[in-house]
């Protein structure tokens, strides 16, 4: 059978020695009107130079909200880049036209955030499965080799304002080029029965944020 081709981000697999995840997630302030929306399931870190440090932002980007390489050109080495947090999973924050309490999966571009009476803040909450010991679910868009296993790779998003379908993420694993400094390691194959053709693309892998790109190591 044919792997299935679309996208989907980095979905939560069992934690390392196959524990079930519990699906814990942490909570990290958002800014009101990012300038790159952030989609369920894509890789997120912390700005760093443009001001509004610390809020989170998507590390899939071509370039992120603080203005640095992210995506394909993600790399510890660059000047001020931040580590990965984790991945994303959702949002809260007040709709600026309605006063109401929201949550969504995803937050676009320029959304601007109302005021939370019960903190006079405009921030957004953004959740985070943020366990060092995650693993991830994830398309690859070239063939798997037995090479290729536990080398790292980044996402493959480029665009600058993120990709999805209905709120979650498109992006998938960058398998034409490796460097130390990548974002995900491949740690073995999915095993999906519609998409564990590793000899071509759009198969299943299994990958744990990379020990260089974790904000926990």
Request: charged letters at 10%; glycine letters at 12%.
């Amino acid at each position: 059978m044919a792997n299935q081709t679309g996208g989907f981000g980095f979905r939560q697999a069992p934690t390392v020695g196959s524990t079930p995840a519990t699906g814990g997630q942490a909570e990290y302030m958002v800014k009101s009107g990012l300038g790159i929306g952030i989609f369920q399931n894509n890789p997120v870190s912390q700005q760093h130079t443009s001001g509004d440090d610390g809020y989170l932002q998507d590390a899939s980007a071509a370039t992120m909200d603080d203005g640095i390489a992210g995506g394909s050109g993600w790399s510890t080495g660059t000047s001020n880049i931040q580590p990965i947090v984790g991945v994303f999973n959702g949002i809260f924050y007040v709709n600026s036209s309605t006063s109401k309490p929201t949550f969504a999966n995803h937050v676009l571009a320029s959304t601007t955030f109302g005021t939370d009476y019960n903190t006079g803040s405009n921030d957004g909450i953004g959740l985070v499965n943020d366990n060092p010991m995650q693993e991830y679910v994830c398309k690859a868009d070239a063939a798997v080799t037995q090479a290729n296993l536990l080398n790292t790779f980044n996402p493959n998003d480029g665009a600058t304002t993120g990709t999805s379908t209905n709120g979650q993420s498109t992006v998938k694993l960058d398998i034409t080029g490796t460097a130390a400094t990548s974002m995900f390691r491949i740690v073995r194959t999915a095993n999906d029965p519609e998409n564990d053709d590793n000899s071509v693309a759009n198969s299943n892998v299994i990958v744990q944020i990379s020990p260089a790109a974790s904000i926990s190591n």
